[in-house]
């Protein structure tokens, strides 16, 4: 029998398909479920003398231009407590107000000095993993009639991933350059660039996660098969998995930052909420 959802929350995978592959990674995540207190911790790290945002500003074309995220290098970090989706959006949300704050998977080990490097001497996913996720989305097309700066489109991409993150409640921000205009009145981005947070009912390890959204991608043709500037063929999944498999990898929360002459179309109350939906 598959693991069940924790008041609407998230599962992760139990039920038998067709695929060996996929069938096996299922029976390990299962096997290795333990039962684990209700709240959780989650690594919030500030950047030190820099923001963590982007930042859009007009170019000399007249069309928004992004100023990448500050490469921050030493950070000081603390413990968030999170006892469900609830929680989770609580943090997020708080967070968001400011320019230098991101989230990791990763736990500090043995206690890190104040400030310390974001690297994997000093942090590191626990053994049993994480209850919570963030899936990245980066301009996933919508059909017609959906735009992609609207709540129907966050839909889309839940419908996009396997059923057990359906008909759950779940955090939602949209990504930076979401609703951001180009000079001749047009979206810069015309898909769907959001993250998704859901907390998961047990740790599960990112890179177990990894393994089985990317099974997902391959067997629904959620990617995309490209050639690199090498030339090379290159297949791109439609989750990014760097914030999943790197426990340090940057989970940007801030809302973006836009300069005199920057239009945006997405009010920043629109940018982010809590989904509650009920099974």
């Not at 039962?35 to 859009?56: M, Q, Y």
């Not at 490209?226 to 498999?245: E, H, K």
């Amino acid at each position: 029998k598959p693991p069940t959802s924790q008041s609407g929350q998230a599962t992760q995978p139990g039920q038998a398909t067709p695929v060996n592959l996929a069938a096996a990674l299922a029976a390990k995540l299962k096997a290795t479920a333990q039962p684990v207190p209700a709240a959780s911790t989650i690594t919030a790290l500030k950047a030190r003398g820099t923001a963590a945002n982007k930042k859009w500003i007009i170019g000399a074309t007249g069309n928004p231009e992004v100023v990448p995220y500050a490469k921050a290098k030493q950070f000081t970090w603390q413990l968030k407590e999170a006892d469900g989706i609830v929680g989770l959006a609580h943090v997020v949300t708080q967070l968001s107000k400011f320019p230098d704050w991101i989230l990791i998977r990763g736990a500090p080990i043995d206690r890190p000095p104040q400030p310390t490097l974001r690297n994997l001497n000093h942090f590191a996913e626990p053994d049993e993993g994480c209850r919570w996720v963030m899936l990245d989305f980066d301009d996933i097309p919508v059909q017609v009639g959906v735009s992609p700066i609207e709540l129907a489109a966050i839909e889309v991409l839940i419908q996009k991933l396997p059923s057990e993150f359906h008909n759950v409640t779940y955090f939602y921000q949209f990504s930076s350059s979401s609703g951001i205009l180009n000079s001749n009145g047009t979206l810069r981005k015309s898909g769907v660039n959001a993250h998704v947070f859901f907390w998961l009912n047990r740790p599960v390890h990112g890179k177990d996660l990894d393994a089985w959204l990317k099974l997902h991608c391959i067997e629904t043709g959620f990617l995309k098969k490209q050639f690199n500037s090498a030339d090379n063929p290159r297949i791109t999944y439609g989750i990014d998995p760097s914030v999943l498999v790197n426990p340090v990898q940057p989970h940007y929360v801030d809302l973006p930052h836009t300069r005199a002459g920057v239009k945006c179309i997405l009010a920043p109350e629109q940018r982010q909420g809590l989904i509650e939906k009920r099974l």
